[in-house]
């Protein structure tokens, strides 16, 4: 990425990214002549770039090589309830090693977005998406504070993000999906809900003793939020595997 700018975006090798989202260009190519991989094309103006967190510089290894079948399931779940709102552009909010944004570019003629603030995170999505047929962009930002215009995208996802913020992040960065997300669109998000007792005891302990074991994530409520937000439940559910997950299929009310 860019140094000096926030924004930059990839694509599947050799073709452009996404074409544009609202008026907003963003094109981009593999093979930056910066030899990095990574387009030096920003669509979002001069936004102050925040550094990633060296805790998620940490953890894309561990993502990619310990958790693929999890975050397989997960993110095949998401895609399914993102199209079913037939959207034609979607935003991920804190991308990980690409699983969704890989599967619902094979799958879907929409313009994707990816927003993680880790570099290593994008590295790992870009080479997720280029093995798909499909093309997405990916954005270094911070993502409670997103380098969008209101009402940009038609579906917005977020899996396992919220549950790493800190509890007065939380309600920003859902304000912030939500103000990015255009009236009648959906938000799938994904929270982590353990399904054993034995399983939560563990990890609270460890996310108590030692946060980073964890991944920095744990369960969090997003009841108390959802009315303030303006947004309606569509459909809520639970996926039971590894510790178990919480997804919540969500509209956003119009008027």
Same mark, same amino acid.
């Given at each position: ?5 926030? #924004? ?5 090798? +050799?073709?452009? !990214? ?18 990095? +991989? ?13 550094q990633?967190r ?8 561990? =993502?990619? /090589? ?11 779940? !998401? ?9 034609? @552009?979607?935003?991920?909010?804190? &991308?990980? $090693? ?8 094979? %799958?879907?003629? @929409?313009?994707?977005?990816? *927003?993680?603030?880790?570099? /290593?995170?994008? #590295?790992? !999505?870009?080479?997720?998406? !280029?093995?798909?047929s +499909? $093309?997405?962009?990916l *954005?270094? @930002? ?14 917005? &996802? @977020?899996?396992?993000?919220?549950g *790493? ?20 669109? %959906?938000?799938?998000?994904? $929270? ?12 609270? $302990?460890? =996310?108590?003793?030692?946060?980073? *074991? ?20 569509? /459909? ?7 510790? #178990?997950? %919480? ?7 119009v008027?």
């Amino acid at each position: 990425l860019d140094s000096n700018r926030p #924004g930059a975006l990839l694509g599947k090798a +050799g073709t452009p !990214a996404i074409g544009s989202l609202r008026g907003y260009e963003t094109r981009g190519h593999f093979g930056s002549p910066h030899g990095d +991989g990574f387009a030096r094309k920003s669509f979002c103006g001069d936004i102050e770039r925040m550094q990633p967190r060296p805790l998620f510089e940490f953890l894309a290894p561990f =993502y990619e /090589k310990i958790l693929p079948t999890f975050f397989d399931r997960l993110s095949v779940r !998401a895609s399914q309830r993102i199209r079913a709102g037939a959207p034609a @552009s979607i935003a991920e909010i804190g &991308v990980a $090693t690409g699983h969704f944004l890989a599967d619902v570019a094979g %799958r879907n003629a @929409s313009s994707i977005v990816g *927003v993680d603030i880790s570099r /290593k995170m994008l #590295g790992r !999505a870009r080479k997720s998406v !280029a093995g798909t047929s +499909g $093309t997405a962009g990916l *954005v270094q @930002s911070d993502g409670h504070h997103l380098p969008f215009p209101d009402g940009t995208f038609e579906g917005v &996802v @977020s899996l396992l993000f919220l549950g *790493v913020l800190a509890d007065d992040e939380i309600e920003d960065a859902l304000r912030e999906m939500t103000r990015i997300l255009a009236p009648g669109g %959906r938000i799938v998000i994904g $929270t982590l809900k353990f399904t054993s007792p034995i399983f939560k005891r563990v990890w609270m $302990t460890a =996310y108590r003793i030692l946060p980073d *074991v964890v991944g920095g994530l744990r369960p969090i409520d997003l009841d108390a939020y959802l009315d303030d937000l303006g947004l309606r439940v569509v /459909k809520e559910e639970e996926i039971e595997e590894f510790a #178990g997950v %919480r997804m919540l299929t969500l509209m956003k009310v119009v008027g």
